[in-house]
């Protein structure tokens, strides 16, 4: 079983930082592309972050110099640091992989950010 599980959500304040991680099992996060999304109330699912198994990175343009996704393949983690939070970053944050050669792309069950002063 693929387990994908977010942690280090919470309450910030604008301009404040968060560092969320996500722990996998049953896959190799290392050869995987790994990603963040985010859902805020009202709005569809969107990109955040990526980073491929060659660990070329891609962001959104709305976080792209305040946020940073990194691995940690010993843990079989990966990371997202998250700096000058802004109250449209509310969300619940979502942690993904795409195994190498698998088509599926797996979930975790997410982890709530709140920004706000």
Known sequence: QVQLVESGGGSAQPGGSLRLSCATSGIDSSLSTM???RQAPGKQREFVATITSSGHTNYANSV????????????NTVNLQMTLLKPEGTAVYYCSAIPIHVSETYWGQGTQVTVSS
Do not use: E, L, M
Not at 64 to 75: L, P, W
């Open 64 to 75: 792209k110099g305040r946020f940073t996704i990194s691995r940690d393949a010993a843990k």
């Open 35 to 37: 990603g963040w999304y």
